[in-house]
């Protein structure tokens, strides 16, 4: 047995040494041998000053993107895949869907359920609450910049209307505040429209100013107020508040991409890059037969200066879609970094000639429209050709029609298409099979009933949320 | 940079000093211990024996010559043992006299298993028999690497340990996968962590460009392996502290023994070969009613052309079907015979006093896949000089160097410094989910080559050129880009890694041993991409105009440790054996990624750009950890050990308001054969009986804790015409969680350790329960919070991993001139959800991914995979399973509400070695099959290509393809059409993916060698010391299994949910390499 004379005085000495070496590593632990060391990263003490608010704000503003262009945002709505816009297109009659995706697939045919992943309801949603963020930044530390308010809350209020044009009765509009979740209830899309009505009304009450950008803010709102307007009804004061003197036509409130950071825009990436999205026509050749799509406008086949394609085979270089097989259409509206208007003075011109029409003043609907015709506005910087006037039509029914494709061709690409077509089954008393594409559909199969999109079943970690209140129009 | 970064090493260094200084100049009367192992029978040397005197920390290991020094043993009586792998233990006691020198020789019985009986701890070296808990030793991976066909790490340790799961990268250079004992964390990394002589390495992903990650792993040189210890969970982790509940992997490289010096060589050769079964495609010939003149292809399931709907005149009329297997075809196909080169070199030796050991080793593989002969063809005709990285887009390269040096400073003071390097390239050609796949455009054709000829023209629905475009380049048959172009797409990594450590081992009396480690790893990873101008496919509309990718990152690891152990006799039949320590680590990571695009011709650099696409970076982030731990181990006649210990952290991720994690552990080990009142059976040579319980944790993420904000520009300009200038942003990016802290793993495992019928089988079986409380999980926060995030990492959950591991080794034959042993390996893991909380808004118990695929709720199985069911009938008979809008008529069903169709992770795992010894053991021939089961996996190629255009899977186009296939493919592109409210006004189209998740289990073949131990006039020839030979190794050799995709390991990388994700990706290629090993 071995034993050591001097164990006691070693084992003072050891637990000497190691309570030295507790002390010195207890010894601002909390400061340096465990601070967590990030000096790239940003904490909300350096998020205390005017400089940071504004950065706050244009960070918020961006994030509006996310309905048309993924550059900078997350979700399914990323920088190669489709946004609102686009599945709005290609839920309707704009986009044919051109890749295999089958989800991308069903929007197309009309066949969408609340689990299809590229539903972009999430990343449109989420914005809001990096604006309202920011506008409490702006609230506490530049107060003074009323168009910047008023900015943010046009575009809190854009994307709400957003949300009630397109997507199902039962939308909550939640909030987070220092990191506490509020869910809200599920709401219908007239009561999100109010609540983007709301936001709108304090932009105008706040934007009061005079400079330059405050009055381009304040023609922002007001054409966010008349389209909410529209959307309720109420197309007479719609029409009231964007007359010409208020908002001309050449107005564009637009979202820009970064050309020196090669950002493509949305559109032009999708379609005209990637090819998930072709332009589609009202008839498809299918095995060599032409295949008439009912309700589907003639995107290609009318040559329309406002929606210039090219076959992409004829293209240069040529564009293939991304399924090897859906005849391919490129769009030549925008280019690749060309910016795309969230509100124009078309639009203004629009809403006027919808309130003739449902004034039951077609002549008057059809001089605003044959205005537009003979001197066409720039959409982004594309500048379409004159078109020879259009004659009246004698009926209202006949107008409602010409009224909606003549929008449809102004508007092609920017996220009005499905709300029109909503409208006109809500507003006009028309049928399902009257508005939307139906019958077969060209890559198998028939289209579905789909007539707006469903909130994502992602929104169900929303525990008031449970689904869909209804899908009326 | 400031004192405070380096204060982390002056508070260790110091404690450190502390120590040692504490003991200085202090002694007592000892003696020395000298003697010589030789093996029974033989009397040959056997080096590489560890003899201890048990109750002390003093050990030494014999040299070339057997022979052993032990200094500075107190006076009195030394019990000695001896251990070795593949002998029996043995033990005497011997009378040590002040400063005289007293002598033990043992000659060494072999023993039938060949069973490792040292292990590295937490706490230093220990005997086996003391753990309470199971650690698997691989033991003798020298020989492994040596003899059987390894490339990567994770070759050493497939289907070698039971409850360890690694899934092999399949394409060259990809991520293995390692799970131990099952997942248990849905939210953090369910890897284990890795030591390398005493360093916490980083084994974590290498970008790729692809799906397929890299592993700074592969890094690691099997060669230079000395032995890998799998510390299997919380049980036996614990006091390797938070981030330890995945299990450790400990691995010692080779070190130098005294002797002379001793040289081996060794250069392999081989072929890479894919030898995976390839479907055809096809395509069904038919005609319509209303155009019986024209040829279409029709689907069978509709029995209409592809992409319409039936109709009277669109009715489908089959005529025939053709097939085609494009990658079968020598004429078209990129799969070629790849090979695999590697050269190495090892010396070793030393004095009593110093030992070295240095390596090199370079090794060089080409993976199975080349650019066809006509795509060289064609850049040869249009002047363009192939390049090797487009002719060979899949290959390796690695060098690896290590110099590790011990020096027996004086009798009570050890110094060693290991250090490795290691240069890692690697490329992959364009995989997996890019639109571009080599594998993609290659794998899925139209069915039918060049034009069928007679009635049918070409041209029907087949693009002849790129993009359909006149001056495009030819197909080729493939589907949508030329391969050629595809491998034009380079991607390359760099990964140079150095690793390094130093051991300062100080015995100042017999009774104590302090140790200290420092060490550091430093990997710097550099990717690169590049399409220059007018290269790669034309997929966009910016592919062409060149593209460049350049991203550096660098990992740095600091590990130091300090450990004192102390022992005490207090009578002859108990001991004390306590070890105090502390470590801390630094695990800093940073990058830089840039890109550009507009490259002018030739220019290969985002600095030429012009449009400089973006800029990334991250500055030095760390996480750290410092932990204080303590253990008492108490022996009772060297039969019985108690050991109870605990370690206390903190940790640099952990939220604001947690400060401290206690992790505890209690072990018993009971060697009761060695019980006089145990029964004495003749068959039972001996039995241990072992149960511990341990605490460990998993830390999360970095700045997981923090509230954060995260920089960004953005165009604005919204009244410009042109495009927006940027403008500096900030946007909210991590709400923070200050309550966050650790997941805590506590196991228990019992188990028990047998040798019968004379030593020659070995048997080893544990049970365990792990469970896991605080579980970290991602709770989903709904978009329309508007929170900056949609998820939040918070402790709420509890998982329950328990399972069975059994090991068996048998040497059932042990004659001179012939034998045979057989390694049987078994574990099944079952891993739980106990509880997820309660959702504050429901009251309810909550669920995660409700209504996707991979839903969590308390009482299922960890990353349960959810779909809808579907139901199939042929009702008429005729072999064909057709689709009609009308459910009721159609004769496949799809439910409409999602059920849970299992896990994605094997359950069971089986694997059986068995090993001939033939012509005197001049000859061995061993082989592994290794078997996974219980559970499903992706078939994520047919998923694709019979879903997608031009839909030529057999299953959609060939009337005999078997009908459960066929109703796979219905229900997932057709689907049902089910009433969506109680009017059944309106129908939903379900579909459903559930036919392609499918039982994985399989049987493989994994490995074989034939081991020829050179003549001895070989040896004499080549001047080569005996025990040279030449090895004949293979690798995947075989497998079978009923899973319908390409391989059920294809494996691009694991999903989020730990299932794999397979989708266009090659299975691991098959090895066949010849091996000359020559010893000097």
Redesign the interface.
């Known amino acids: ?7 006691p005085r ?2 003072l ?2 637990g ?3 309570a ?3 002390v ?2 207890a ?18 003490s ?2 205390t000053s005017p400089a ?1 608010a504004y ?2 704000k ?6 509006t993107r996310v309905v048309v262009d993924g550059a ?1 945002s ?2 399914n709505c990323n920088s190669n895949s489709e946004c609102l816009w686009e599945e709005i297109g290609n839920l309707t009659d704009e986009y044919h869907n051109s890749d ?3 989800t991308r697939q ?1 929007i197309d045919q009309r ?1 969408v ?3 299809n992943p590229s539903i972009s ?10 604006i ?2 920011a506008i409490g930044a702006v609230r506490q530390f530049i107060p003074d910049s009323i168009a910047d308010l008023g900015e943010m809350y046009n575009s809190l209020g854009f994307l709400e209307m957003s949300l009630a044009e397109n997507f199902c009765n039962g ?6 505040v220092n ?1 506490e ?4 209830a599920p709401l219908t899309d007239a009561q999100v429209l109010d609540s983007a009505a709301a936001h709108v009304d304090s932009a105008l009450a706040i934007n009061t100013g005079s400079s330059a950008q405050a009055a ?1 803010i304040k023609q922002q709102s007001l054409l966010l107020k008349a389209r909410i307007l529209v959307d309720q009804g109420k197309f007479a004061q719609a029409a009231a508040l964007v007359p010409t003197s208020a908002v001309p036509t050449s107005y ?13 825009f949305g559109i ?2 999708i379609v ?4 998930r999205l072709s332009v589609s026509d009202s008839f498809e050749i ?4 032409p ?1 008439t799509t009912k309700n589907a406008l003639p995107f290609v086949s009318a040559h329309d200066p406002r929606v210039p394609t090219t076959d ?2 004829l293209a240069s ?4 879609p ?4 859906t005849p391919m259409f490129i769009q030549n509206i925008w280019s ?4 795309v208007a969230m509100v124009s003075g078309i639009d203004a011109r629009l809403i006027e000639a919808e309130a003739k029409l449902n004034a039951s003043d077609i002549p008057g609907m059809m001089s605003i429209l044959n205005a537009l015709r003979a001197a066409p506005p ?1 959409i ?2 594309y500048q379409p050709a004159a078109m020879p006037a259009l004659p009246t039509p004698t009926s209202q029914d006949a107008a409602t029609t010409l009224f909606f494709r003549e929008k449809a061709f102004w508007t092609f690409g920017r996220g009005q298409r499905l709300n029109d077509d909503r409208r006109q089954l809500r507003q006009y008393k028309r049928t399902e099979d009257q508005v939307y594409p139906t019958g ?7 289209y ?2 789909t007539i707006q999109f469903p909130v ?10 449970t689904g869909c209140i209804d ?1 009326n129009p | 940079m400031t004192l405070g970064r380096w204060r982390p090493l002056a508070v260790v260094g110091a404690a450190l000093t502390l120590m040692l200084g504490a003991g200085r100049h202090l002694g007592a009367q000892a003696g020395t211990i000298t003697g010589r192992v030789t093996a029974q029978g033989s009397s040959q040397p056997l080096a590489e024996s560890r003899v201890l005197i048990i109750g002390t920390s003093l050990s030494a290991t014999t040299s070339d010559s057997g022979t052993f020094t032990i200094r500075n043993v107190p006076v009195g009586e030394a019990q000695l043992q001896v251990l070795r792998v593949g002998y029996q233990s043995q033990k005497r006691t011997v009378a040590v006299a002040a400063n005289a020198s007293v002598r033990a020789d043992f000659q060494m019985a072999q023993a039938i298993a060949q069973l490792e009986e040292i292990v590295t701890t937490a706490t230093g070296q220990s005997r086996k028999v003391e753990l309470g808990n199971a650690v698997q030793t691989l033991g003798d991976v020298a020989t492994k690497a040596e003899q059987t066909e390894v490339s990567t790490t994770a070759d050493l340790l497939t289907a070698k340990a039971p409850g360890v799961i690694v899934l092999p990268g399949s394409t060259l250079g990809g991520a293995p996968t390692v799970r131990v004992r099952g997942v248990s964390s849905i939210s953090l990394s369910n890897d284990p962590i890795w030591v390398v002589d005493g360093v916490r390495i980083s084994t974590g992903t290498v970008r790729s460009g692809t799906d397929t990650p890299f592993s700074l792993l592969n890094t690691l040189n099997p060669d230079e392996i000395e032995d890998i210890e799998i510390v299997k969970g919380p049980s036996a982790a614990t006091l390797y502290g938070t981030d330890a509940a995945n299990g450790v992997v400990v691995v010692t490289t080779k070190k130098g023994r005294a002797g002379q010096s001793h040289w081996s060589f060794s250069g392999e050769y081989g072929n890479v070969d894919d030898r995976t079964d390839y479907p055809d495609m096809y395509a069904n010939w038919g005609h319509t009613l209303g155009n019986p003149s024209k040829n279409v292809r029709c689907q069978i399931a509709t029995m209409a052309p592809i992409g319409t709907t039936p109709t009277s005149n669109t009715q489908c009329i089959s005529d025939s079907v053709t097939h085609y297997n494009l990658l079968a075809d020598p004429t078209r196909t990129f799969v070629h015979m790849g090979n695999r080169k590697e050269a190495a070199a090892q010396v070793s030796g030393g004095s009593e006093a110093v030992r070295y050991f240095a390596s090199g080793n370079l090794n060089n593989e080409v993976g199975p896949i080349q650019m066809p002969g006509f795509e060289v063809q064609r850049f040869e005709s249009q002047k363009t000089d192939v390049r090797d990285e487009w002719f060979h887009p899949l290959a390796q390269q690695q060098a690896s160097f290590r110099a590790n040096l011990a020096a027996a400073v004086s009798p009570k003071f050890d110094l060693s410094a290991n250090a490795g390097f290691t240069k890692m390239d690697n490329r992959i050609m364009p995989e997996s989910d890019l639109i571009i796949a080599l594998l993609y455009t290659g794998l899925q054709n139209y069915g039918y080559k060049g034009c069928p000829g007679g009635a049918f023209p070409c041209g029907l629905d087949k693009i002849p050129t790129q993009n359909g475009a006149a001056n495009g380049a030819p197909l080729n048959d493939y589907l949508q880009w030329a391969p050629g172009d595809i491998m034009q797409y380079t991607n390359e990594s760099d990964v140079q890694r150095m690793l390094g450590s130093f051991n300062a081992t100080w015995r100042p009396l017999a009774w104590m041993q302090n140790e200290g480690t420092v060490g550091l790893d430093l990997a710097t990873v550099n990717f690169f991409h590049i399409c220059r101008l007018n290269e790669c496919p034309p997929q966009s509309g910016t592919a062409r105009i060149g593209n460049v990718t350049d991203n550096r990152s660098t990992n740095r690891n600091l590990s130091a440790k300090v450990t004192s152990t102390s022992t005490w006799n207090t009578t002859n039949w108990l001991n004390f054996k306590t070890t105090v320590g502390g470590d801390y680590t630094n695990l800093e990571a940073d990058f830089v990624n840039e890109s550009g695009q507009n490259l002018p011709p030739g220019a290969s650099t985002v600095g030429s750009a012009g449009t400089y696409l973006s800029i990334s970076e991250q500055q030095p982030t760390a996480t750290k950890t410092l932990g204080v731990y303590a253990q008492e181990q108490a022996s009772l006649r060297d039969r019985m050990f108690f050991t109870v210990a605990a370690r206390s952290d903190q940790n640099s991720a952990f939220g604001t308001n947690f400060q401290r994690v206690l992790y505890p552990k209690a072990g018993l080990s009971y060697l009761i054969s060695d019980e006089s009142f145990f029964p004495k059976y003749s068959w039972l040579d001996n039995l241990r009986l072992r149960m511990s319980y341990g605490v460990s944790g998993v830390q999360p993420g970095r700045t997981q804790g923090l509230v954060l904000f995260a920089p960004g520009t953005v165009p604005i300009d919204t009244r410009g015409s042109t495009n927006g200038s940027d403008v500096p942003a900030l946007v909210a990016s991590n709400p923070g969680n200050a309550n966050l802290k650790p997941e805590r793993s506590g196991e228990f495992e019992t188990g028990f350790e047998s040798q019968v019928l004379s030593s020659r089988v070995h048997i080893d079986y544990t049970f365990y329960n792990k469970t896991t409380h605080d579980a970290l999980i991602s709770v989903p926060i709904a978009g329309s919070a508007g929170a900056s995030v949609l998820s939040l990492l918070q402790n709420i959950g509890s998982t329950r991993n328990t399972g069975h591991e059994l090991q068996v080794n048998a040497q059932l034959i042990d004659r001179r001139r012939f034998g045979w042993d057989v390694t049987v390996s078994a574990s099944h893991n079952t891993g739980k959800f106990l509880d997820l909380g309660i959702d504050p808004a429901t009251g309810q118990p909550r669920v995660l991914g409700l209504g996707g695929t991979t839903e969590n709720r308390a009482g299922d199985f960890i990353n349960s995979q959810w779909y809808r069911p579907y139901t199939y009938e042929d009702k008429n008979h005729d072999g064909i399973l057709q689709w009609n809008a009308n459910d009721a008529l159609s004769e496949v069903h799809v439910d409409s509400v999602l059920k849970n169709f299992g896990v994605g992770v094997p359950r069971d795992l089986f694997s059986v070695q068995t090993g001939f010894d033939l012509f005197s053991h001049r000859l061995r021939i061993m082989s592994l099959f290794d078997y996974k089961g219980g559970y499903s996996t992706q078939d994520g190629m047919n998923n694709f290509q019979c879903n997608s255009t031009p839909y030529s899977c057999r299953e959609t186009q060939d009337p005999t393809a078997p009908l459960d296939q066929q109703a796979r493919a219905i229900a997932k592109t057709l689907g049902s059409n089910l009433c969506s409210n109680a009017a059944c006004t309106t129908t939903t189209n379900y579909k459903t993916g559930a036919g392609y998740f499918i039982n994985g289990q399989f049987w493989k073949w994994r490995e074989f060698s034939a081991v020829l131990t050179l003549p001895d006039r070989f040896d004499r020839l080549l001047r080569a010391q005996s025990g040279s030979n030449f090895v004949f190794g293979a690798r995947n050799l075989h497998t079978w299994t009923s899973f319908t995709g390409l391989d059920p390991e294809a494996n691009a990388g694991l999903n989020s949910n730990d299932t794999q994700f397979e989708f266009q990706t090659n299975a691991a290629p098959t090895y066949f390499t010849f091996r000359l090993n020559l010893k000097y």
Request: with cysteine.
């Open positions: 047995m071995m034993r050591d004379m001097d164990r070693w084992v000495r050891i000497v040494a190691a030295g070496a507790m010195i590593a010894c601002n632990v909390k400061d340096e041998l465990l601070a967590p060391q990030n000096p790239g990263l940003i904490d909300p350096a998020v940071a950065a706050l244009v960070g918020a503003v961006g994030k900078g997350s979700g295999f995706q089958n069903d066949s359920s609340d689990d309801y999430t990343p449109v949603t989420q914005s809001r609450g990096f309202r963020d939308i909550p509009l939640g909030h987070t990191g979740i509020t869910y809200g381009f564009n409130y637009f979202f820009a991409t970064s050309a020196s950071k090669g950002e493509s032009w990436s005209n890059s990637v090819a299918v095995n060599g037969v295949t992409g085979k270089p040529a564009v293939a991304e399924d090897a097989t690749r970094f060309d910016p720039k982004s910087n077969s559909y060209f890559k198998g199969g028939s579905g009933h994502a079943s992602a929104e169900k970690a929303n525990p008031l949320f899908r």
